[in-house]
């Protein structure tokens, strides 16, 4: 079991230790609940099991070389069906020649405890069609063998080249194969809403955003051909405006001509010439009138000033 597995059912636990004595305290049975003032263990920053899906590649190489076991696999792949849910699974929860093939889950097998049917894909009931005994009542569980442990999906996965742990960190467990199911969905252009119904999620997040392997997802293939800025109109003249040098004025070229001109000022010209200061103080014009008084800067004519300018 996990740090974080324990940490969880502790909490449980403690919880149901919590209701049970706020209901003896209620119904007078003691005085006070000693366990009132007790919190919860913090889960938050401890270390999960992160998980990953299997690639094609890499499910067709498990279910190949896995022998008898490579069904269940393909199974579990194909169904989002758990551990749990695959062992109970029998031959009359399988409705393989329905105009809609489908498998039922029973209420006693669910996770959520709760039946519900899952629509199958052609290509897992051909499998299950082809492992189907001649004689079989609808009773009989699907895998009589009971459903491969751990340790051997481990020994089945290395043995046929698939790392049990990425260089992340991510495992390839039995339960990664749900993940592999909800990642072939999306990968595959399903609908979310319909990916969260073959999932038997209750939220659409969760179908998302945690049972989905965005690694393996064509997110550059829905972008590299997006529209590009050198297609639109008038691209060239946008361009020449930006790729200017440093600091320098920009040439704005001829759209007809493909000519070039550049502004002439007297930074780029070469040429500096000294800018006459004007005199700080201001004289008072008095005016006749109430009208008020107006500054006016005084005059400066080349006598008193050679420097000035001739404009």
């Known amino acids: 079991m996990t740090e974080s597995r324990a940490t969880r059912w502790a909490g449980d ?46 499910l067709r190489k498990l279910v190949a070389g896995a022998e008898d076991r490579g069904i269940i696999y393909f199974t579990a792949a194909r169904t989002g ?15 393989l020649d329905a105009p809609v093939p489908f498998v039922v889950v029973r209420d006693y097998a669910a996770k959520n405890k709760k039946e519900e049917s899952v629509q199958l894909v052609p290509e897992i009931v051909e499998a299950l069609t082809a492992h189907r005994p001649a004689e079989c009542r609808a009773t009989d569980l699907v895998f009589p063998n009971g459903i491969p442990r751990a340790r051997h999906l481990t020994k089945d996965a290395e043995a046929n080249g698939i790392p049990y742990r990425d260089e992340l960190g991510r495992y390839a467990d039995f339960h990664a194969l749900r993940y592999t199911w909800a990642t072939f969905l999306q990968r595959n252009g399903v609908a979310q809403r319909f990916a969260m119904k073959l999932m ?15 690694m393996q997802l064509p997110i550059y293939d829905a ?19 930006i790729s200017g040098g440093k600091g320098r004025t920009v040439s704005h070229p001829d759209v007809k001509s493909g000519e070039s001109k550049q502004t002439e000022t007297l930074a780029n010209k070469g040429e500096s010439r000294c800018l006459a200061q004007p005199v700080a103080t201001c004289q008072m014009e ?13 005059r400066t004519s080349k ?9």
Do not use: C
């Not at 939220?203 to 049972?211: E, F, G, R, S, W």
């Not at 972008?223 to 405006?241: C, F, H, S, V």
């Not at 109430?290 to 800067?297: D, G, H, K, L, V």
């Open 13 to 58: 636990y403690l919880q149901g230790m919590i209701s049970l004595l706020n209901w003896m305290e209620r119904a007078g049975r003691i005085k006070t609940n000693p366990l009132k003032n007790v919190a919860r263990a913090d889960e938050r920053g401890k270390r999960k099991r992160v998980r990953r899906a299997f690639t094609d590649e890499e």
């Open 81 to 95: 069906l758990r551990q749990e849910e695959l062992k109970q699974l029998t031959w009359g929860d399988l409705k």
């Open 200 to 214: 038997r999620h209750s939220d659409i997040k969760l179908t998302a955003k945690v049972y989905t392997d965005e």
């Open 223 to 241: 972008i590299k051909n997006l529209p590009r800025l050198d297609a639109l109109p008038g691209y060239t003249q946008i361009r020449a405006q």
């Open 286 to 298: 008095r005016v006749k009138g109430i009208e008020p008084s107006s500054r006016i800067a005084p």
């Open 303 to 311: 006598a008193t000033n050679p420097h000035a300018l001739p404009f």
